[in-house]
């Protein structure tokens, strides 16, 4: 099973609301990651987790908060957005070993909407 | 700042042309490099994974290989399809990935 399920596949929210994103994966990777993507751009890296514990934050507002409860699950945790927020949200994961990464696996992504 | 480009930006093509998308990248002290696939609106898809002591890998009819002195990447799709359409991604990892600009290509019947 190489698969990362995410979790919800479209979220439409106020700039007052609080959601959460949930990734899942359970191919015993040890390492997993939230990333960003607008339109027409790759992917940028938010948050990795590498043995449940946050090892890269890359300078992402606290209005993002990132939450591994355990080794197969990733969540992330939102509250008072901007509309420039909205995005669509990829979780991946991947073996981790001496501070390298494998080959990364990608989940479907939340489309994000913020109004 | 390590920076990753890839060549061309687009591409519409025929179908059955084979076809070469290029990827540089400005430091050679990577670890691997990965090819991705993405569908619009759609995740990632890991097409070819390069470790850095490897120079080439293959899958059907995807080549890409690896010239770590020359800082390139090369993705060869072979005898194109219709259902190759999607945009291409590069990305080399340290740490983490760092993905390049992306190539959109079209394939027409």
């Known amino acids: 099973d190489t698969e990362v399920t995410q979790t919800p596949k479209h979220l439409v929210m106020g700039m007052t609301n609080k959601k959460s994103l949930k990734c899942e994966q359970h191919m015993g990777h040890r390492a997993m990651y939230w990333y960003k993507q607008k339109a027409k751009k790759p992917p940028e890296l938010m948050f990795v987790y590498s043995y449940e514990k946050l090892s890269i934050n890359e300078s992402v507002p606290s209005r993002f908060s990132p939450e591994c409860p355990n080794s197969s699950l990733l969540n992330l945790h939102l509250h008072a957005l901007q509309p420039e927020d909205s995005a669509l949200y990829l979780c991946a994961s991947s073996q981790v070993s001496m501070g390298h990464s494998y080959e990364q696996y990608f989940g479907p992504g939340t489309r994000l909407t913020v109004t | 700042k390590q920076e990753v480009t890839q060549i061309p930006a687009a591409l519409s093509v025929p179908e059955g042309e084979n076809l070469v998308l290029n990827c540089s990248f400005t430091?050679?002290?990577?670890?691997?490099l990965q090819w991705f696939r993405q569908d619009p609106g759609k995740g990632l898809t890991s097409l070819l994974l390069?470790?850095?002591?490897?120079r080439e890998q293959t899958s059907g009819r995807l080549n890409a290989s690896l010239d770590k002195s020359s800082g390139r990447s090369t993705l060869y799709i072979a005898a194109s399809q219709p259902g190759d359409s999607a945009t291409y991604l590069c990305a080399f990892t340290t740490d983490k990935l760092i993905f390049g600009t992306g190539t959109r290509l079209q394939v027409f019947p």
């Open positions: 390069i470790q850095s002591s490897q």
């Open positions: 430091d050679s002290a990577i670890y691997n």
